[in-house]
């Protein structure tokens, strides 16, 4: 059974820190992966997807990658910000019927001013 | 603008009165799903729909229901709605292709209360 871990559950960091959030997974026969962050109480808002044949993609002052053979993927958040406050999701999609995603729990990250 | 459109975001109710949220998506997506999340339990898949009239249970699906008879509309429906139902509901959807396979966009959320 697929397992999405993420670690830490939650990182607090100084205004113009580079950081890293981590995400594992126990399986690795996925067809993709994607990155969430979530404001309390609101929605999923997509900011990187990669595609399991791919080893990473970047957006802004964001860079996913993708290590399918262990499992691991992290998101490196350059520079970072107050309004990078959020929780940030890592989402597995399976490489079976039903193309079911499977959620990590999350990283809670609060950036300081 | 592409999105996809849950009604209502906020909904408090009595036990067993039949509710339904809805939810709809204006990119021509294949693939839709229902997810709650619960504090301490993330995510968790209800109901997903792989086209029309294809709909299929996820991990959670006792207490609810769903159809698709239209390919941009994936209606969650509670017959008899409890407590432990409570939660923040959302839907999903995406483009399936055996070739490309994409990434998820999320509606804004349903925040259910059954009283």
């Known amino acids: 059974k697929q397992e999405v871990t993420q670690i830490p559950a939650a990182l607090s960091v100084p205004e113009g820190e580079n950081l890293v959030l981590n995400c594992s997974f126990t399986?690795?026969?996925?067809?993709?992966l994607q990155w969430f962050r979530q404001d309390p109480g609101k929605g999923l808002t997509s900011l990187l997807l990669?595609?399991?044949?791919?080893r990473e993609q970047t957006s802004g002052r964001l860079n996913a990658s993708l290590d399918k053979s262990s499992g691991r993927s992290t998101l490196y958040i350059a520079a970072s910000q107050p309004g990078d406050s959020a929780t940030y999701l890592c989402a597995v999609r399976l490489n079976t019927g039903g193309f079911k995603t499977i959620f990590g729990a999350g990283t809670r990250l609060f950036v300081k001013a | 603008e592409a999105q996809v459109t849950q009604n209502p975001r906020y909904l408090i109710t009595v036990t067993g009165k039949k509710l339904t949220v809805t939810c709809s998506q204006n990119?021509?997506?294949?693939?839709m799903s229902w997810y709650r999340q619960d504090p301490g339990l993330g995510l968790r898949q209800i109901y997903y729909?792989?086209?029309?009239?294809?709909?299929d249970k996820g991990d959670v699906p006792e207490g609810y229901k769903v159809s698709r008879k239209e390919k941009r509309n994936f209606p969650l429906i509670l017959e008899s709605p409890s407590p432990n139902q409570t939660s923040l509901y959302f839907c999903?959807?995406?483009?399936?292709?055996?070739?490309?396979?994409?990434?998820?966009?999320f509606g804004s959320g349903t925040r259910l209360t059954v009283v």
């Open positions: 990669i595609q399991s044949s791919q």
């Open positions: 990119m021509n997506h294949e693939y």
């Open positions: 729909s792989m086209n029309v009239e294809v709909t």
């Open positions: 399986d690795s026969a996925i067809y993709n």
């Open positions: 999903a959807s995406s483009f399936l292709s055996t070739s490309r396979f994409y990434g998820y966009t």
